[in-house]
Nanobody, 121 residues
Framework: QVQLVESGGGLVQAGGSLRLSCAAP????????AAWFRQAPGKEREFVAG???????YYADFVKGRISISKDDAKSTLYLQMDNLKPDDTAVYYCAAGQQRSLTDPTYTYWGQGAQVTVSS
């Protein structure tokens, strides 16, 4: 079992920045591909960004350079740096890990509990 623990959510004004973290057991992100998804109220969960265990990254089109995914294998931690945040970015953000061939495939085996991000206008 791989437990993912998220942190770093909160309330921020439009144009501000936040960094989400996702801590995992040792070597988890060296073994598994990982991703961030988000779910806004009344909407389906959607892919935000993904990173392969070897480091290649992939982003949703709406990211447009504002969001960056990274990981520190030594700390076994996944990050999501979000800049120039907009009210439409308000959502619960989830980290996920698994062995998907496609990073956008939502059927990841392991999920975090979610971190609320609220962007005020």
């Amino acid at each position: 079992q791989v437990q993912l623990v998220e942190s770093g959510g909160g309330l921020v004004q439009a144009g501000g920045s936040l960094r989400l973290s996702c801590a995992a057991p040792r070597r988890a992100f060296s073994i598994y591909n990982a991703a961030w998804f988000r779910q806004a109220p009344g909407k389906e969960r959607e892919f935000v960004a993904g990173i392969r265990n070897m480091g290649a990254t992939y982003y949703a089109d709406f990211v447009k350079g504002r969001i960056s995914i990274s990981k520190d294998d030594a700390k076994s931690t996944l990050y999501l740096q979000m800049d120039n945040l907009k009210p439409d970015d308000t959502a619960v953000y989830y980290c996920a890990a698994g062995q998907q061939r496609s990073l956008t495939d939502p059927t990841y085996t392991y999920w975090g509990q979610g971190a609320q991000v609220t962007v005020s206008s």
